[in-house]
């Protein structure tokens, strides 16, 4: 039997607070409170579209040799879109899922139970992996790193259950640029979007303001779990320090974040299912173009600390 913590997925005004000074507890309420809703609010799927995008994220900053790892683990798994979606790519043969949230846990052992992927889950601390030592090929993370108060000792703890020579890769971390601009993107069409949905002709397109508040509510947490940003560089040199070798650091997504921000918040901000297909399509399609003009033009010229995404991969040294 399982001696995981239930999931909380509500919040109260009392536990809130308390997190306000406790970032791993702002962690857990936050996404125990978003798991239900998660791949929805993200447009996460574990079709061709995500499979897709989750190798190339892993090929980008580690290329596409010594696949497949053997065992891997995910740190901060969410509901399980990096590595499950990794592992339908041939990335890895077999999984383990680690969060803080329950929620998230088991909404990723769901997730894989139905994609019949052989994966495994544990409620965890990232400072304080439950593995052994020489434990996995390969570990993973996307979008996690930022919630850690301390990445270094992560990247330690990382390091320690790694085999020598295993890899490590994480994607999906807010540079610190790339971070502002997102966030005052996010605000202003949050802003226009519930402000404008407030006439006659367009009421239609409100969410009911029950759950616009509960999603302020979310976004109180939100706010509190996002701890870091980072520079590429500097990712680079604290996964030195941590022990890694051949450490690289590399970032994505200028004139697509400046496209995807808008876009998600105003998705967040209209009733499910108002959109349409259409939407998602033109979304989707808008992204990639922009995403290859980022990638082969972009890049050429733009400093990487300007892009919105960093990524970070190293291994472990061999004896």
């Not at 909404?107 to 990232?126: H, Q, T």
């Amino acid at each position: 039997m399982s001696t995981d913590p239930a999931p909380n997925p509500h919040a109260t005004a009392e536990q809130v607070e308390a997190a306000r000074h406790d970032p791993k507890l702002a962690n857990v309420l936050y996404h125990d409170w978003e798991a239900g809703s998660y791949d929805d609010k993200w447009s996460i799927s574990y079709d061709e579209r995500c499979i897709s995008y989750a190798a190339d994220r892993f090929r980008l900053v580690a290329g596409d040799t010594g696949w497949p790892y053997e065992r891997a683990l995910e740190l901060g798994c969410g509901t399980g879109f990096f590595l499950l979606n990794l592992m339908q790519a041939g990335v890895a043969t077999k999984g383990s899922v680690t969060d803080l949230s329950p929620g998230m846990v088991q909404a990723a052992l769901r997730n894989a139970k139905g994609l019949g992927l052989d994966v495994d889950g544990r409620v965890a601390d990232a400072e304080r992996i439950p593995y052994d030592d020489d434990s996995f090929d390969l570990v993973v993370g996307h979008a996690v790193l930022h919630h850690i108060p301390d990445v270094e000792a992560s990247l330690r703890e990382v390091l320690r259950v790694l085999k020598p020579g295993g890899r490590f890769v994480f994607a999906g971390e807010p540079t610190t640029i790339g971070d502002a601009y997102a966030r005052r993107l996010g605000a202003l069409t949050w802003k226009a979007t519930t402000t404008i949905t407030k006439l006659p002709p367009l009421r239609g397109w409100r969410r009911p303001q029950t759950e616009l508040d509960e999603s302020s509510r979310a976004a109180a947490l939100e706010a509190l779990v996002d701890i870091h940003t980072f520079d590429p560089a500097a990712l680079e040199a604290m996964a030195r320090r941590a022990g890694a070798a051949d450490a690289r650091a590399t970032s994505e997504e200028f004139a697509a974040a400046m496209l995807g921000w808008p876009v998600r918040t105003f998705e967040a901000a209209v009733p499910p299912g108002k959109l349409g297909m259409g939407w998602a399509m033109f979304a989707y399609r808008s992204w990639q173009r922009l995403s290859w003009l980022d990638r082969c033009v972009l890049s050429r010229v733009v400093p990487r600390a300007w892009f919105y995404n960093a990524l970070v991969t190293g291994t472990k040294p061999t004896r």
